[in-house]
């Protein structure tokens, strides 16, 4: 798959990816993509982290310069120096990666920080108080991902504004033990049942797999209407679990064709809807 979108086998294909970086036979892997949006970067992120542990002078690189120049100004720094990086694009509209990896209680600042000069100047004008729980169900996702995750390379988070297309995108990954696996050792969902139950269990309302007193839940409840209301979009992927819910649709739940690594979160914020409809953008 050349071109990544947000339907699910594009989701599901990111581990034809990871492939390709880990059958490389030398330190310089080639990937075969030629358009990739800011799930793809941090994903791609989290792996090379991930790969360059045990292969520190791994790097990678597309076959399409154009996507080197877009992962090039988006931060990503695993990239191979032979590639073609002229003629860049303009930054202004790219929400680069950006590394949170520590306890929650280290990071929590960063990510509110993060949230506030980097994401908030993207979405519509809200409340004061709207904001804030924003802020809270965002940093819950990282929080999650430290927490529950156990990954040495804490969360990737990445995003791009597209105004021609009236919305922005930001995502989150980390490559630890992941919501299915974090589930089914909580022993709440059986070994029978597909992975994307572990994630519809771990999304509803008072669900939890810390002791009792703790927060519960992925904190997603608000973003999700806040996201349904405005016409966006949320999905959830790991393992061959896929949850997705795009505006007023009811959820999808879904398996994969390929398995990832921990847990990948992908958000679709819609600051114009009539521009969005117009341009019929395919889910």
Sequence with gaps: M???GIKPESFGQLAVIGRQIHEARTD???????????????????LMLNASSQRPLLRVSSTYSEVNRYLKQSGFNHLTKHCDLSNEFPTEDIIKIRRFNGTPLQVEDQVVTWLKENVFGFLPALSKKLSKRIVENLWEIVHNGILHGKSSNGVSAAGQFYPQMGYFEVAFCDNGLGIVNTVRNHGVVTSSEPDSECIKWAIQKGNSTMPAGTSAGLGLHLLREFLRVNCGSIQIVSGEGYFGQFGEESP????????????LVNLRVVFDNNLYQMKGEDK
């Design 28 to 46: 310089d892997a080639r990937i075969k993509v030629k358009f990739v949006r800011p799930y793809g970067i941090v994903y791609l992120d989290q």
């Design 2 to 4: 050349l071109y990544y």
């Design 252 to 263: 999808s739940y879904l398996t994969l064709r390929n398995s990832i690594a921990g847990t």
